[in-house]
């Protein structure tokens, strides 16, 4: 029998309807004009050649992957274990196999997936980070990426220890001494743990586990997460501090926050110079969070005593890295998440997500399954038809509120993801009200998919989680992120879906005191205006600008020339101006200034910016 499960369904972005039916057979919704019966003949056909032409999907393993998720897979694909593939090698194999198993060690780029000629239908990566899959070009070519998020922290948490205490004995420089023949007990005298500060930076699933692991040694702990919920870490007992903060008075830092644009080489010479001198620090994150060249002056003018890595900028590291050869450095290959344990977890987490893909299944651990695929949001959708209901109900769900919501879908992404920018460092978000202004009664407006995005834009920019519909209200919870919603009854036609959707931030301090409404939460209200979002509210004042690219948010003065200065300072760093808007409460009273840049300004005209006399605050932010 063949069940509707078994098909290969998955999201084509780059294909009008956007589902694309594998082996190159015929979709039976990209005719715009085709009638449900053809759709269904269609259809039977499309089940009758998949079973006919593929019994089963072949998955290439790449790299070492657990024995359990081995097994796992064989039961329901051909699985070929191949190692050490040169590039070239995966590009020959690749258009033969469904699916492929990496770690960090392989590179997934754009040809692995054009070379796949449409076969390769879904990538897993046995870990965390994706930093190694090619993910726009995996979108593009309609290929699911999924991962293992939670089966290696322990692992991670745990080397982050063993980093920790080895740094800290001199374990590593003594055992090689010892076995060069040498007995060096006074070279290799050592620091004790307890009583000691511990600053772990990123306070989420492996720094709190880093954290409980350093309380057990007698430390005290602080840490640093802008977004952590102080609940957490209250619960641990460990206090949440600025980045300035935390730094300055810790004796030993621990690295565990993702690799971001606001984290790429955060720690650089600036912040070593904040630091106390003697400080050591463990990196088990991402190598570029640091400045290698920075940290390897830092080591040399002693204000780093030691340093314990696991991960570098670059992977292997060069073998002349002054970093890696400096004697106070103990290194690692990349093995945080190196147990048998972790290993077996992240094998069946990768393998049951590899397998539900290949089903058609939208995994929870999907990375680049797009809330609405890109295409969906512009397209005429009326073709589509509702045959599928049975097949996808998921699918069916995004196309009912699509039609009309699909510009309220792109609005809600990106008010959660001003928001949370406006949000300071220090303050962790846990109590977020959306608030959906329509004409219409609860029953005719489904607003799950704009809290799914609403969430999305809150928390992508800040983890290295990645949400999708299924896994945004599961993501939210596990994070202490409570989203309330309300409704606010219009009167008038309920022919548009809604007027405007609010976003508050209650018990937070913005980095931009202006966007802090009258009751005191962060506020921002948008509305579509054309199909496309427009930011309408920030705090008490009214604005009205198109939400692309990127903003900068002053609070002035309210008085002639402020346009000019601002565009002048812009225009000598040849950053171009796309928009610029003001709300203002009462001329020459206070007002909010918007302007849309299509490039981040450098430090120094954000710095003069900053320096125009009626301007009393400024934040820049990139939706
Ligand atoms: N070495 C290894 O083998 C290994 C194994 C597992 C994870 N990792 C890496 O460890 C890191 C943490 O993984 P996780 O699973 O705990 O992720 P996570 O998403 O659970 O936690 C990351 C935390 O960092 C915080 N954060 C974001 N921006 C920050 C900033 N500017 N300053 C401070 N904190 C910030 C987030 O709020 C979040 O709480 C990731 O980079 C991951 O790739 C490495
Ligand atoms: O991101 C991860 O999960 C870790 O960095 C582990 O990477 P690995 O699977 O290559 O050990």
Redesign the pocket.
């Known amino acids: 029998m063949v069940t509707t499960s078994s098909l290969n369904l998955v999201f084509t972005p780059t294909k009008p309807t956007s589902l694309s039916w594998k082996h190159s057979f015929p979709s039976p919704f990209t005719t715009a004009n085709c009638t449900r019966r053809q759709n269904r003949k269609a259809y039977r056909f499309v089940v009758f050649a998949t079973v006919l032409a593929d019994p089963k999907p072949t998955v290439l393993v790449a790299e070492k992957l657990g024995k359990a998720g081995l097994e796992l897979l064989k039961t329901f694909a051909n699985v070929d274990c191949s190692y050490n593939l040169s590039p070239e090698e995966l590009c020959t194999k690749i258009s033969l196999c469904d699916a492929l198993i990496v770690r ?1 060690g392989t590179k997934v780029t754009r040809e692995v997936f054009e070379r796949s000629g449409g076969r390769l239908k879904v990538v897993g990566r046995a ?3 994706i930093d190694n899959v090619d993910l726009s070009a995996a979108t593009e070519h309609g290929c699911l990426v999924v991962n293992a ?2 089966a ?2 322990i ?2 948490a745990e ?1 982050g220890i063993a980093l920790l205490t080895a740094m800290a004995r001199n374990i590593a420089q003594a055992d090689a001494s010892i076995k060069a023949g040498k007995w060096q007990r006074s070279k290799y005298i050592g620091v004790s743990l307890v009583g000691k500060t511990l600053a772990v ?7 709190s586990e880093v954290a409980r692991r350093a309380k057990g040694l007698g430390m005290h702990v602080i840490a ?5 919920p102080a609940d957490r870490a209250r619960a641990i007992g460990v206090d949440l501090l600025t ?1 300035e903060e935390a730094i300055s008075i810790a004796d030993f830092i621990s690295l ?5 644009p ?2 790429s080489k ?1 720690f650089n010479d600036q912040a070593f110079s904040r630091m106390k001198k003697g400080v050591r620090i463990v990196n ?3 190598g570029g969070v640091i400045d290698e060249e920075a940290l390897v002056r830092a080591l040399d003018s002693g204000i780093v005593a030691q340093a314990a890595l ?2 570098f900028t670059e992977e292997p590291p060069p073998k002349d890295s002054r970093l890696v050869l400096h004697e106070n450095v103990t290194v690692t290959p ?5 147990t048998t344990e972790a290993q077996e977890g992240v094998a069946i987490e990768v393998a049951e997500a590899v397998i539900g893909a290949l089903r058609g299944e939208l995994a929870a651990t999907a990375v680049n399954a797009p809330m609405v695929p890109a295409e969906l949001k512009d397209c005429d959708l009326s073709a589509f038809d509702h045959g599928v209901e049975d097949l996808f109900p998921l699918l069916m769900f995004i196309y009912l509120v699509l039609t009309e919501l699909a510009p309220f879908v792109t609005l809600s992404e990106k008010l959660g993801r001003l928001a949370v920018q406006l949000v300071a ?1 220090g303050s962790g978000v846990q109590s977020v009200k959306v608030t959906y202004a329509s004409a219409r009664g609860p029953d005719d407006l489904d607003t799950r998919l704009l809290r799914a995005m609403i969430t999305k834009g809150l928390i992508e920019p ?4 990645f949400i999708n519909l299924v896994n945004a209200d599961f993501t939210a919870k596990q ?1 202490g992120l409570r989203i309330t919603e309300e409704r606010f009854l219009l009167d008038g036609s309920p022919e548009n879906p809604l007027e405007f959707i609010q976003v508050q931030i209650a018990n937070v301090e913005s980095k931009f005191a202006t966007a802090i409404s009258d009751s005191g939460e962060i506020k921002v209200e948008g509305r579509v205006k054309d199909r496309k979002p427009h930011l309408t509210k920030v705090g008490s004042f009214s604005v009205d600008v198109s939400m692309e690219g990127s903003l900068i948010l002053c609070r002035q003065v309210d008085q002639p020339g402020m346009i000019g200065s601002v565009g002048n300072i812009l225009g000598e760093e040849n950053i171009n101006v796309s928009f610029m808007s003001v709300g203002r409460i009462a001329p020459r009273k206070q007002a909010v200034m918007i302007i849309g840049v299509d490039k981040e300004p450098n430090k120094e005209a954000l710095k003069k910016i900053g320096e125009i006399p009626a301007i009393e605050e400024f934040v820049f932010l990139k939706l």
């Open positions: 960090s870990g965390v980070g998020p939670t290696n922290t692992a991670a080397h930076i990123g306070f989420g699933k492996v720094g640093h997460d802008p977004y952590a980045f565990h926050m993702p690799l971001t606001a984290t955060i088990v994150a991402r696991d991960v990349h093995l945080g998440a190196s460092g800040i983890t290295s989680v994070r």
